[in-house]
């Protein structure tokens, strides 16, 4: 399969499964969850679908858990809507990113902060006349 039709169906199962979480579950374990991406085998047999879920890691690790219990209503409901032949096993990870991007952010602050201690404050902030 072209790396090409392989990305495109990603992007369309990232954009159904979303869909089908937010229309069409009503588990509680399901709070605010964003599918941030979606990787398929290149014989569309597996997807690994990665989740954003807002809240503490119980209950990050709850949502991802009522997802993958879910992931055979999930794939049911995809069946009409995909033009191939197999439904890929869906199975759901925790997408760490944003927190990691964030703790890059924070280190690369701290930094800052050691090597320009001058400059401690933050940008754009006024100085001791009122000046931006």
Known sequence: MSAYRQQRIAE?????????IRREM???????ISITRVEVSPDLRY????TS??????EQEAAITALNGAS????RLLKPRMHTRHIPE???RLDRSMEYAEQVARA??????QLHPEEATTPNAEDEHGNA
Do not use: W
């Open 12 to 20: 369309f199962l990232r954009d159904e499964i979303s869909e089908i």
């Open 26 to 32: 009503r588990d509680p374990r399901l709070g605010f």
């Open 47 to 50: 997807a690994k679908v990665f």
């Open 53 to 58: 879920v807002f809240g503490s890691p119980e």
């Open 72 to 75: 055979g209503f999930i794939r």
């Open 90 to 92: 869906l199975r759901f």
């Open 108 to 113: 690369l602050n701290a930094l800052h902060g």
